[in-house]
């Protein structure tokens, strides 16, 4: 698809782990963005029933987003050591560790979902996916998109056949998406225009976006797009935890982390953040798997001291608004600040 | 002075620490941007004669960058240690490490120059002058730009009486600007928005700027202006060392570092900051002091691997052009990419 021909060139970013649903993207792509649904940690069952979903109330196009499997060796001792470390905290909220455990997240069925199902957008975060992959989604008819945090990583998505490109900045909430846990800490507007000048592949423009002015803002600077997720979390669309809603509107700062789940991630700064951080050992999604029912304590008894706040830096400017209404409003504010620059006094001229 | 009557919205980082001389900000300023003079690690005759320099080639406006002295307690046990583990470097250049001494960098000295001279803009680094400091430097004359690296630093300056805010993201090359060692690490766009959000000052947008697509990006975001320092450090006027000139089109990544000055800031990734960043305590400007002879040994000899190589994150786009030419160049290349932004087939409509 041709991400130049949204009405708005807006792309709702896939936030896996409970803010995405079928509402979210609907209400996205109906209002002329893009609209997204992240795979990650759901089944293939499931993935398969939230694109039926959103097929049932749009025929706009929309995209699915797929975690990548690490290729890298973890260690099993820096897990267990963390392990022991957290014992205290499960206790404290009366559940039982998970299982430090390696899988793909169903990664070859969810292949088959997205290439059967013919999803017009398909993205990639945490690495490159073989050639072949790549061939067989876009047999299947889709785009292919791959996320990178580097101008290196975007040069290799382009020699494997990525059709476009998400350039992820260091402001972005969630998950670093790059091909190694340790890959880039560019701030977007810096990767975006190295990627520019590195490939020649359209670029979505993701990472600390909030409003109109940081939409114009990559689109002056080349980005076909701009990506935003935190903006979405406090959607009434969005499946985000009451929890994690709340402290979108009352926590302070970010910061990157592997505590939550083994893998960098920006989240707020809360009590677990700030005590497990230089522990964490580098081992997705063993500690993902470990930290689960502590999470899933917290987000049910309302205490977001435990919780993966994920928020990109410009959290303070999520707001209580429906989808739909805040990707047209992102866009008449766009127009706006192209019309002010435009003008300005001292515009280059 | 008011930047948006600048001919081209273009201001030169300070530099200092070598790159920065008359020559470089006579030229920028007669293209038409905003020069600068750094008074950092300058004498305050040496600044005299700078400025005099600067006034004796052109009528145009023109800055001083200050360094505010730290207020903070340093270590010494800290410094200590890491003096002992630099022994053997000194050694290996053939050198005596520096006295680990504290001082304020002559700045009553300085501020005397800066309002005895009439400066048109005066901009502070590494934290907030007292009030009274702003109104002396005002009462002279002057327009008083703070730097600011997180939204809640960009409110007080707005209390203490600031005229401007320079906004430093993450990507930016050389020292953190912000009041303390450990603040803002937000990236430029972001930090942008929260920043105009905050308060109703200018603010010049600074950090892993370097061609005319970040300026205009900048300026739609909201800037009055687009600071750009690692873009100008290739240019003939500059004062940039051999062993750094050839270090910026070579080497690769940058990481923010301790390792030469104790206090954070962003250079090319040599051996000295591969081996030390880890271990160097915040301790400025004791650790500065203590690394100058070896860091001077390494340019002496042209031995970029114990040299700090300032550079931001956009360093690979510096190119070897004057700088007058840099500036007319940017504005045209801004002027380009904002035309090509409000024709963009699917610009915010």
Redesign the interface.
Known sequence: MD???????IVQAPLAGGPSTPELAVAVSEAGGLGFLAAGYRSADDLRADIAAVRSRTAAPFGVNLFVPSAGQVDRAAVDAYAARLRAEAERHGVELGAPADDDDAWQAKLAVVTEERVPLVSFTFGLPAREVIEQVRAAGASVAVTVTT?DEAVAAHAAGADILVAQ???AGGHRGGFTDDAG???????L??V??ATPLPVVAA????????????????A??AQLGTAFLRCPEAGTSAAHREALGSYDRTAVTRAFTGRRARGLVNRFLREHSEEAPAAYPQVHHLTAPLRAAGRKAGDASVVNLWA???H??AEEVPAGELVRR???E??E??E???H??????
Chains 1, 2 share one sequence.
């Open positions: 991400l130049a021909a949204l009405t708005h060139p101008p900045g260091i402001e800490d560019y701030g977007l507007l810096t990767l225009r190295l520019l000048r990472g600390g976006i909030a409003d109109g002015a940081g939409v114009a803002a990559v689109l002056v600077a080349g076909v797009a990109g830096q410009a303070r400017l992102l866009a008449a766009a127009r600040s192209l002010r620059a435009t300005h006094p001292n515009t280059p001229a």
